[in-house]
C-alpha cells in the first residue's frame, strides 16, 4: 500500500478542505442549524479506531462525548462494524459498552458473522466451525441447529492430528464417537491452532465430510465453504499488525490448492469488506432510528475504519453499490458489485437469491452514500516510507485484500483522511451541518 501513501495525504488536505467548503464551515460549528431528527448513521469499525487491544484510544472517549446527550443516549444511529468473530453480539456489545462508558445493545453491533443468520438454506445442515470462543454457541445462535466442532472431531479421530507430537495418541485407537456426515465448513475467524484446523478443514472437504474415507483429491465440487472476516491483519497492543483471519485463509487455500491442483472455493465471504455487511448495518442503522422516532430517511452512511483494504474498501464498494442501484431488482447494480470484487462469492447462492435476502431479511436500503473515513490510529501508517514517482504507485501496490476481491485503486481511496476518531466525527457533523441539542 506505500505507493498509494502519497495519493492518500494529498487526498485528505484536499478532500477535507473541499467539504469544509461544500459545507460552509471554516473551523467552528457554532453557525451550523442543529436538529435531532439526523439524515445520517455512523459505522465505527472498533480495533484501530476506538481500542488496541484491550487499551482505549484517547480521541475514542472524546468522540463518544460528541455522539452522546446528557442522558447517555446517541444522539445519531450509530453501529460498531467489526471483524472479529470469537463471540457472541451481546458479549462484545458488553464489552464495548465498558470500554466506552455508554450503554450498548446488541443491535448495535455487527460481528463477521452477523449475516449467516440470513443464510437459511444452511441451517438445517450439519456444519463443521472453525475458530476460537464459545463457537458451538454463536453457530446456534445465528440459526445453525446441527453444529460439530474441530475439537470435537479432534477427539472422535485423534490419529488425524499428527503435528504436535505431545498430543499423538500413545496407543493406537478407533473413532470414539461416530460425528455425522458434515455437509458445509463455516470459518468463523482464526483458531488457536492452526495446524489442527488447517488439517482437519482439508480432511473433511476432501473426503467429503465423511472422515472414515480416503482423502479424493479428484472430487469437485467440494463441500459448501463460507467463512467470515478476511482481515489479512489487525491492530492490537503491538507496534505492529498481527495475523488476522484472512492470513489463516491464504494457508487453507494455498494447502487445498496444492494438494488438489484446484482453486479453494467459497459460497460466501461475510465481514468487512463485503456488502452484505455494510447492508446488514445499513438496516440497523434505520432500525434505529425507528426506535428513536427520527422522522426523517437516513440518506447518508459515514464508515470509519484503520485499514484501507477491509473499512475503505467495503465502504466504497458499497457506496458504489448505493449510487448505482436504481432499484436492488437493477442487473446493472448486481453486476457492479461483482465487477468490483471480482467473484461472486461475496453475494450468497448468485444474484437470485441475493436479491431475495435482502428483500425478505433486510428490505431495500434508504441510503444513497456511504463516506469513508480513515483514521491514523491502527493499520495505517501515515508516516511509512513511500514512493517518490506517483506513476509506479498503482504497480507497486501490494493488494492486501482477500483473493476474491480484485484490486481496484478507486475502492481504496478514502473519502476523507483524519487523525483519529473524534477528528472523523466533527467532520461528519460539519459535513452534515448537525448540533446535537
Known sequence: MRGLLPLFRGLHTVSNRQARRKAGIVGSRCGLCGTQSPRFGLLFDIDGVLVRGRMLIPAAKLAVEKLVDSQGRFVVPVVFVTNAGNCLRQTKADQISHILGVPI??????????????????HDKCVLVSGQGPVLEIAKNVGFKNVVSIDMVRESYPLLDMVDHNRRPKLPSTPVVSLPTVEAVVLFGEPIRWETNL???????????????????????????????????WMAEANSPRFGHGTFLVCLENIYKKITGKDLKYDALMGKPSELT??????????????????????????????????????????????????????????????????????????????????????????????SILVCTGVYNPNAEVLSDASRCIKETVFHGHRDFRFDPALVEPNYIVQDVAEAVDLIFQ????VPR
Not at 482437519?200 to 474415507?213: A, E, F, K, R, V
Request: net charge negative.
Open 199 to 233: 488439517q482437519l478443514i482439508i480432511d473433511i472437504l476432501l473426503t467429503h465430510g465423511n472422515l472414515n474415507s480416503p482423502h479424493q483429491t479428484h472430487a469437485v465440487p467440494h463441500l459448501p465453504l463460507l467463512a467470515c472476516n478476511m482481515d489479512l491483519m
Open 105 to 122: 445493545t446488541e443491535d448495535q453491533v455487527i460481528m463477521s458473522h452477523s449475516p449467516l443468520r440470513m443464510f437459511k438454506k444452511f
Open 278 to 371: 455494510y447492508h446488514f448495518a445499513e438496516y440497523l442503522i434505520r432500525s434505529q432510528a425507528m426506535q428513536r422516532q427520527w422522522k426523517l430517511p437516513i440518506t447518508s452512511l459515514y464508515a470509519i475504519g484503520d485499514n484501507l483494504m477491509t473499512d475503505i474498501y467495503g465502504a466504497n464498494m458499497y457506496s458504489r453499490f448505493l449510487e448505482e442501484r436504481a432499484s436492488i431488482k437493477n442487473p446493472k447494480a448486481v453486476a457492479q458489485v461483482v465487477a468490483a470484487t471480482g467473484s461472486s462469492t461475496a453475494m450468497p447462492g448468485g444474484e437470485e437469491e441475493f436479491d431475495s435476502m435482502w428483500e425478505s431479511e433486510l428490505a431495500l436500503p434508504s441510503a444513497t452514500s456511504c463516506k
Open 431 to 434: 459535513q452534515e451541518k448537525f
